[in-house]
Each structure stands twice: as structure tokens, then as C-alpha cells.
């Protein structure tokens, strides 16, 4: 479905990238920064989570609802609410359409569903994909935690590597921070091979019992067939993709003769980036791929949150926390038609 996920494969510097991911290409995948987590934790605390408590005011539960299990009501359904909530067996005896009212809870559940394949490795800047998803969540699972909230997380590289049960409190956001600087990379001895990115979903739909908010991070560059897999995890879940890019993915500069290196199958092919015809039909290709992602977790009816590997997190989550104010307030609209038709219709012929 998407092209294959070539990136730069240069040991020196280089000097004509634009902007602000401008620094240096890395020769293959970067490894995980030298941070200790207590390190990584300490540096998030007094450089991002001190600036969001200013700007949030405490605002943090617009991140997240609760799960809201405990039934406190039943009335008629009305424009804008949450299909999953009908009662379809007082529905069909009223011939009316009803739906079941929940006691919100106070404490929330978030699970962080983390990508940690290859293609994660790359950054063209300061910074690689990987070492972003780590602050952003160390950084969100410490603002959920330290008001009671518990967090959990599943890790995959080729396969679910691990498991972190929910907890709350900061030793546990150090502990998921260490298990995801300390994952380790694909084993160069087995056969190379590309993402799949439904494994990690599919186990999530096993392992999370209870509705909760999850963050699917990732960059996904994947084989297809996690479309499904997604859609179904959002009839249950609050489900938020964060995907993960760089700059140089979207469009080459003119760098001459380049290797470009698959960092999913290990494919190297040599380019003139000197082409210009090659330059716009990479961008063309992009862009193409780009569209296509954001109709298709639209159709699964996921929130998404782009973020970049050099972007400032603060932005980046002040711009999350809107779209989630935002996502509050079309809740008073019609629901969308993918909701429309779940009643009727198999998740594998929504649209």
C-alpha cells in the first residue's frame, strides 16, 4: 500500500537539508540516547512538564475521559451520542433508540501501543523518531500518573516484545521509559522483514480487558492489514495514532548521487537526487502515501496526532490537547457514518 521506507545512508554531515531538522544523517539506525531514564525523566520534567502545568492550568483531563463503567441511567438517544452506548435489546422493546448512561470514573486507564521497529531508528536531524516517542510518552504518562491515573504499554519490534501492566506513580513512568530505551533492536541474524503493525494491535485486542484510551505510536510504515485490526480496537477503545515522521521522508534535497537504504528489509539502492524529476516523484509519492494514511485512520475513526521527530513537544501535545477539546465539542454533531453503521454492518465492509 505505502512505499517502502528508504532513508539517507551518509556518514558525513549534511549541510543542505532544510530548516529545522538540519544537522547531520545518520549511517544507519540511531541508537538509543545515552540517557539514563531517571536522567530522561528529570531533563522532561523541568523543560516540558513545568511549561504545560503553566499552560494547561490543570486542564489534563481534556487528554483523556474515563472509562466510565457503572451504569447510572437509561434515556433516549439524542444527536451526537456514542453508538456504543445503545441499548439495543430496551431499543428494540420501546422502539425507540435508547442509550445506557455511565458514571464517569475518576481515575482513567491509558495504554501506549509502541512501534519499535526499525524504521523508528531514523532521524535526519538531532533527534531520530524513536527518541521522540520516548519523551512524548514519558511525558504524557507523567501527567496521567501523578494524578492517579495508571498507564500501560506493549512493545513490539517484529513481534510484541513486552508487556508493561498498568500503574500509576513516577517510579512506573520510569520503568516504562527504560524498557523503551533499553528495547532491543532487530536481531541482524534472522532475515529482514517489514513491520507488521496488525500483530501489535491484534494483541492489544487480547490483552486490554477494560475500555481505555490508547495511543497507538508509530510510524506506520507497515505491511498492510493493520486497518481492521484498528477499526476494531476503536468500536472498544479511545484510540489515539500518533504517528511518528521526519522531514526527509517527505521530501530529498538535492544532494547529488545518495544511497537510500530500506530500514525495513535492508534493500539499498543508489538515487541522483540531482534529478529534479526524481526529487518531485519522491515527494509526489509522499504525499500520495500521507493522504492515504489519514483517510484510513479517519475511516477507523481514531483521533491523530502527527509529530514530528525534531518538533517541541509542548506544541506538539498543546496541539493534542485542542484537537481533544475539539473532538468534546463535535460530540454534539451527528456521529459519524463509520459509527452510522456498525449497527448494520461488519467491521471488514466499513468504507
Do not use: C
Amino acid at each position: 500500500m505505502f512505499p517502502p521506507a528508504y532513508h539517507p545512508v551518509r556518514s558525513e554531515p549534511v549541510e543542505d537539508l532544510p530548516s529545522a531538522s538540519t544537522s547531520s544523517a545518520r549511517t544507519e539506525s540511531r541508537p538509543g540516547t545515552t540517557e539514563s531514564a531517571e536522567q530522561a525523566l528529570r531533563r522532561l520534567e523541568w523543560t516540558v512538564l513545568r511549561r504545560l502545568d503553566g499552560l494547561l492550568q490543570g486542564d489534563y483531563r481534556t487528554l483523556l475521559r474515563g472509562a466510565g463503567l457503572d451504569l447510572a441511567d437509561l434515556r433516549e438517544y439524542q444527536s451526537g451520542d456514542d453508538v456504543r452506548h445503545i441499548d439495543w435489546n430496551v431499543t428494540a422493546r420501546l422502539q425507540l433508540p435508547h442509550v445506557r448512561v455511565y458514571t464517569e470514573d475518576r481515575e482513567m486507564s491509558a495504554w501506549f501501543l509502541l512501534d519499535l521497529s526499525p524504521s523508528v531508528d531514523f532521524g535526519s536531524g538531532t533527534r531520530s523518531k524513536r527518541e521522540q516517542l520516548a519523551d512524548f510518552v514519558a511525558v504524557l504518562a507523567r501527567l496521567l500518573t501523578r494524578h492517579g491515573n495508571r498507564v500501560g504499554a506493549l512493545l513490539y519490534n517484529g513481534g510484541l516484545q513486552a508487556v508493561l501492566p498498568p500503574g500509576s506513580g513516577r517510579r512506573h513512568v520510569l520503568q516504562l521509559l527504560q524498557r523503551v530505551q533499553t528495547a532491543p533492536a532487530h536481531d541482524a541474524a534472522q532475515p529482514p522483514g517489514l513491520t507488521r503493525l496488525q500483530d501489535l494491535l491484534g494483541a492489544a485486542a487480547g490483552v486490554l480487558k477494560r475500555r481505555s484510551t490508547v495511543f497507538v505510536l508509530s510510524d506506520f510504515i507497515s505491511e498492510p492489514g493493520w486497518e481492521q485490526p484498528l477499526a476494531r480496537l476503536a468500536l472498544r477503545h479511545e484510540v489515539v495514532a500518533v504517528r511518528l515522521y521526519d522531514a526527509l521522508e517527505q521530501a530529498l534535497p538535492d544532494l547529488g548521487l545518495l544511497p537510500l537504504q530500506d530500514a525495513e528489509t535492508g534493500e539499498l539502492l543508489w538515487v541522483d537526487t540531482h534529478d529534479p524529476a526524481f526529487r518531485a516523484r519522491f515527494a509526489q509519492l509522499a504525499a500520495q502515501r500521507e493522504e492515504t494514511l489519514r483517510r484510513t485512520l479517519a475511516r477507523a475513526g481514531v483521533d491523530a496526532l502527527e509529530l514530528a521527530a525534531d518538533e517541541d513537544l509542548v506544541s506538539s501535545l498543546l496541539r493534542f490537547t485542542e484537537l481533544r477539546r475539539q473532538r468534546s465539542r463535535a460530540r454534539s454533531a451527528p456521529p459519524p457514518v463509520h459509527l452510522r453503521l456498525v449497527r448494520n454492518t461488519s467491521v471488514e465492509a466499513l468504507p
